[in-house]
Every structure is written in C-alpha cells, then in structure tokens.
C-alpha cells in the first residue's frame, strides 16, 4: 500500500481519512487532524473493517489511518484492506497489542507506521507529519541497484575474542576495497567500542532511536549516523550505566529496515546476550560471523550458538572464525575444537598484538592500519566470504530467501507482495 510515490498519483484524492474505533480516539484525532488542514469529516467511526468497506466503493486518499483494536487477526484484515486501497496510499494502523513481531509483520507488509494504544497528541502529529513527507517526496523507483543488500552480524562466543575489531575492519573493508556504501551498527549501548576504534564520536543517534522509533526514517538516519568514511557511516551510543535499555526491539527492527533502503550493506556489531531478548535481530541478516578463540569455554558457547541460528536463522549463511590464533600456545587444537563443534572453522586469524596496539593508537581500523598483517588478509577472505552469500561469488545461486527479499525491494506496495497469493488463492477456489 505504501507504494512508491509517482508525481500526480495523489490528483484528485481526499488528503486524509481515518477509521478509528472508540470515541476517545476520535476527539483527539479531530483537532490534530485540523491543525494539519485537511477536512474533520474524515474522521469515521467503524475500525479496519470500515474503511475496507468505504474503500471498496470509494476513492483511496492519500493517508490513510485504519484502528485495528476490534482485529481478531490483524494481517488478515489487512490483507483484505490491501485489495481495495491504490497503490500510493500511505497506511499508518493503530492497536492495543505491544508485539514487535507483529509491527514487523505490518510494516513488511506495507504500512507506514503503528501507533500502539494509547498514544499522545504529539506521536500522532510526528506519524502524520512524517507520512505527510513521505507522500510528498519523489521516489526515484526506476532506478533499483543492481546490487543486492548485504546484512552481517558478527558475534563473539566469549568477551575479549575480538568481535568488536572483526566487525568495524569488516565495515571498513566493505567500504573501501569493494566500494559499498555502508552502515555499522555496534548495538553495545553502554560499552560499545565501534566508535572509540574509529576515533570517532559516537553521539545520541542509537539511544534517540531506542526511546523514539516511530521517528526512525531516512532522514533520521541522515543525521543520526556518524561518517567514518565517504561510504562508510556508524551508528552507536555509550549510554549512561545508570540507564537500563528499555525497549521492545521495535527500534532495531526499524533500523534494519532504513539500513536495507539506504545503504547496500550493512554490519552489526551484535552482542550475544541480545539475542535472548531479540531474536528478531537476525530474521533478515544474510551473514552471521561467529568470532571464537581456541578455549573450552569458547567452544562451549559456539555449540550452543551455533544451534540457536540453526533455529532462529536458518537462511543466514554462518561463518566460524578462529580469532587470536597463537600456533605454540593452542588450549584446545584446531582438531578438536572442530570435533567439538561438529563443523569445520572456516577462517583462522593469526594473532598480531603488536598489529592490533598500533590501529588503537591511530584510532583507524585494524586492517586499515596494518594492511602488511598476516591478519589483514584472513579479514580481507572473510569479506570476499560474505560479498559471496549473497553474490554468488563462486557460482553459487542466490539462496531463495534472498530472491524473494530482492523482488519484494522493487515492487511499491502491499498488494504487489500479496498479488502473486491471491491469484493462487483464486485458482485452487476454481478448480
């Protein structure tokens, strides 16, 4: 529904109408919706149900706002929405449930936001005014990269093994060498060290996002992110001690989602215990690098990673690397750490002290600063490793997770996502 905008799509459509389901809403979104300009009397009663109803014998407006509170089964009620409402619409949905993966399941399937009840007057002009911009901003939707969007976590087994250094050299690689624009994420919001290792100034951008997702868009991105490079841009936080992180995940989820919009890749910086909070971190990572050492705990906790993706993410390509190799003071062999494992390491990095000493000091990237280390060249593989998940850089195909990913990018709107399903529906009903 939230198709790209075309000049003249919004000709001769309402600016706005709503559907809400109680009394209370209504009288706040009626002096909101007066300060915006547009006319009060599109403020209807009735829910999703309503304005499906009203849309099938009217005109679609340019914003849409739909009360899913009386839903049973909201993404069905939605795709039923979708068969009636014109591509360019931008939908925003309200509701009672506090379920990310539902706000996940909605905005992939094309809307633009949604309000969880009850909301203030102030998010319901932010949402507005956003969707108001998104409307009115051309989208140059002829012009798709011919270069599918690369997302890479990279997580370490144990503190210390060095994730944090493989994922900003990464990053800079990414950047550099194959000329991608990129976005680094470090999700350690209290100790976080992406931005100390690029001697850059991490700012409030990642802890803005978390108290404010709703704001998230392509312009937040804009200025939130700290430029490391021409195509290299950062985003992390050294928040307070004193300051629990309190969210639902939703932030993330949204950034994933302008990251994949705006940047051709993506690495994060993802610390292991978010996983327990946030599984829905790696629903669309394409890429997962374990960063291990040779140790008994090490191996421990890469069994018990390892079996988690197999689980969460099982379209994620994994990638084991054996980080801080010392070839005379091994506390588990190669051989047995594999054993242990029950698959083969997949890239050993040398350990290179003195490498990683000179890059803190220069504040640069590992690999940027010690391009010579034996070290720099296993991070150089792994890159090519990653570019090859989704590239096919060894003939093989584009997994089918990720074809559908690329298609989903070039068609605007939830009834293109939903076109291709319903015909099948239609189909099996007639025969």
């Known amino acids: 529904m939230n198709a790209p905008w075309k000049a003249g ?73 979708a068969e009636v409402c014109e591509p360019g619409t931008v939908v925003i949905a309200m509701g009672q449930v506090n379920d990310v993966r539902l706000y996940r399941d909605l905005i992939v399937s094309g809307l633009q936001d949604y309000l969880l009840k009850p ?9 507005l005014s956003h969707a108001q911009a998104t409307l009115n901003a051309p989208k140059l939707d002829e012009h798709i990269s011919e270069k599918p969007h690369i997302s890479t976590a990279v997580i370490g087994t144990r503190g210390g093994v060095g994730t944090s250094t493989i994922a900003t050299s990464l990053a800079w690689l990414l950047s550099t060498n194959n000329e991608r624009l990129t976005a680094m994420l470090d999700l350690d919001v209290h100790f976080g060290t992406g931005a100390l290792s690029l001697d850059l100034e991490p700012g409030r951008g990642l802890t803005d996002a978390i108290d404010n997702p709703s704001r998230i868009d392509g312009l937040f991105i804009e200025r939130a992110m700290i430029k490391a490079n021409d195509k290299l841009s950062l985003l992390s936080a050294e928040a307070p001690i004193g300051s629990p992180m309190m969210t639902d995940g939703t932030a993330f989820f949204q950034l994933q989602e302008e990251f994949r919009a705006a940047f051709e890749c993506t690495v994060i910086d993802l610390p292991r215990d978010m996983l327990i909070n946030y599984p829905h971190l790696l629903g669309d990572v394409n890429a997962t690098v374990i960063v291990t050492e040779l140790t008994l705990a090490s191996a421990r906790d890469a069994i018990r990673l390892l079996s988690w993706l197999k689980s969460n993410a099982a ?61 720099t060249s296993k991070i150089i593989s792994l890159s090519d490793q990653i570019l090859g998940t989704v590239e096919g850089a060894n003939g093989e195909d584009i997994g089918e997770d990720q074809a559908k990913s690329s298609l989903m990018d070039k068609f605007g709107g939830m009834k293109s996502l939903l076109s291709s399903k319903k015909k099948k529906e239609s189909e099996t009903a007639r025969s």
């Open 315 to 375: 379209q994620s390509k994994v990638i084991v690397v054996a980080n801080k190799v010392q070839s005379g003071s091994l506390e588990i062999t190669r051989q047995d750490f594999e054993n242990s494992i029950e698959r083969k390491i997949d890239i050993m990095i040398p350990s290179d002290p003195k490498a990683a000493a000179h890059a803190a000091k220069l504040g640069q990237a590992f690999v940027e600063a010690s391009k010579a280390s034996k070290a």
């Open 9 to 81: 799509a919004v000709n001769g459509r309402d600016p706005f109408s709503a559907f809400v389901c109680d009394d209370d809403t209504l009288d706040m979104l009626r002096p909101v919706i007066e300060e915006m300009g547009w006319p009060t009397d599109k403020c209807h009663k009735g829910g999703l149900r309503g304005a499906v109803q009203s849309l099938s014998i009217t005109a679609s407006p340019n914003i849409l706002m739909v009360d899913l509170s009386e839903s049973g089964d909201p993404l069905s009620d939605i795709n039923a929405l």
């Open 119 to 127: 909301f203030s007057p102030e998010q319901l002009r932010d949402v």
